[in-house]
């Protein structure tokens, strides 16, 4: 969780909100939300170092090469086509 609040502090740094997203963490760590979750049967679940690799692989196989992308642009514009 600590990961995920630095992240956050980070994005909300970055893009100018970071006044509004302490707000928001503070009010969240004050709040029932916890008991809430609970109740309601919402759960957490972490990845797996697995999954992670699986979903790595299976990413790597159906990408497609830069290279592959960049001469089917270059044939679309020749062709008279636009390129996005």
């Given at each position: 969780m600590a990961r995920d609040v630095i992240a956050l502090l980070h994005f909300a740094q970055a893009k100018g909100f970071l006044k509004d997203a302490l707000k928001g963490l503070i009010s969240t760590a004050?709040?029932?939300?916890?008991?809430?979750r609970s109740r309601v049967g919402l759960q957490r679940y972490s990845e797996s170092r697995d999954d992670r690799e699986t979903r790595r692989r299976r990413i790597q196989r159906h990408a497609r090469p830069v290279q592959y992308r960049a001469q089917s642009v270059a044939d679309d514009v020749r062709r008279g086509g636009q390129a996005f």
């Open positions: 004050l709040s029932d939300y916890r008991q809430l």
